[in-house]
C-alpha cells in the first residue's frame, strides 16, 4: 500500500492488521450510524446518504488509523500535521452539505482543530497528553451537555475529538525516538 492516496491514510508500511482493524471499525460504525438514522437519511435525495456514510467512513477510519505507527511516522513533520488538521473543514464541509447543521458541525470542527493545534505544538509528549485530555473532556461537556449533539450527529464531536486531539496531535513518535535516543 504505497501510493499517495494510501500515504495519507496510513502512511508509508502499514501492517495488514492495522488494515483490516482501520477499515473494519469503519465499516461497522458507518452502518451502525446508518442504521440508527435510517429513516431521516432515506427521507434525503440518495446522494446525501451517499456523502454522509461515505464521510463517517472517511473520518472513524481515520480515527482508527492515526493511532497507528505508520500514520504517526508519516505525519511527523508538523508542516504536514497543520495541513492534515486544516483539511477537515472539508470533511465538515461535506457533512454540513449532506445533513446541514452547519453552525453546529462548525462549532466541533473550530474547538477540535483549536484544541488539536494547542496539542500539536506543545513540547513535551507529557504535556501534550494532559493537554489532550483537557481538550477532550471540554469538548465532551461542551457538545453533549452544554450544545447537544443534533440525532444524526451525535457520533461526530466524540469521533473527531479522539481522531485529531488524541489520536493525531500527540506526537508519538516522539516518545519511542526519544526511547531509543536514551538506550544509545
Known sequence: MSNAFSREFLGESPT????????????????VIGYFNYEQLSAMPLWKPILFLLM???IVSGAVANFTKST???????NKRVTFLLIHFIHIGLLVLAVG??????????FTLAGALIVNFTKSLQQQEIT???VVNLGIILFYVVFPAPQILNWLPGILLMKLVFGFAINRESKSNLSSAIKD
Do not use: E, P, T
Open 101 to 110: 447543521h452547519i453552525w453546529y458541525c462548525l462549532a466541533v470542527l473550530a
Open 132 to 134: 489532550a485530555a483537557v
Open 72 to 78: 504517526q511516522l508519516y505525519y511527523r513533520n508538523n
Open 56 to 58: 463517517i467512513l472517511d
Open 16 to 31: 495488514k492488521k492495522d488494515q483490516v482493524l482501520v477499515f473494519s471499525i469503519a465499516i461497522l460504525v458507518m452502518g
